[in-house]
């Protein structure tokens, strides 16, 4: 069993940057693949990042790519999402999910997921 504790959200202007946190507690998080999802009001969730257990491999929607990074500290039992350059367009919830395999989480599924963070970027 994996809890996972999203942390981070806030009110950022546009082209500012925010840096969310899951906290994971549990078991053999570092042999979970992690990623990173978001839901926008009235709209599905989609998928923003995801990192290997190792954080070899990294994986990024083509809306983020080059403006947000996924890390993972294994020691610390938790992954982050650094978000720069924001755009209005990035405010959502953001959640956090963990599976065994990462490449379940890149298709957009997972065990285990947090309640997550909200993010609000303004113009």
């Known amino acids: 069993q994996v809890q996972l504790v999203e942390s981070g959200g806030g009110l950022v202007q546009a082209g500012g940057s925010l840096r969310l946190s899951c906290a994971a507690s549990?078991?053999?998080?570092?042999?979970?693949?992690m990623g990173w999802f978001r839901q926008a009001p009235g709209k599905e969730r989609e998928f923003v990042a995801a990192i290997s257990w190792s954080g070899g491999r990294r994986y990024y929607a083509d809306s983020v790519n080059g403006r947000f990074t996924i890390s993972r500290d294994n020691a610390k039992n938790t992954v982050y999402l650094q978000m720069n350059s924001l755009k209005p367009e990035d405010t959502a919830v953001y959640y956090c999910?963990?599976?065994?395999?990462?490449?379940?989480?890149?298709?957009?599924?997972?065990?285990?997921w947090g309640k997550g963070t909200l993010v609000t970027v303004s113009s």
């Open positions: 549990g078991r053999s998080f570092s042999s979970y693949g």
């Open positions: 999910a963990a599976d065994p395999a990462t490449s379940t989480v890149v298709a957009g599924h997972g065990d285990y």
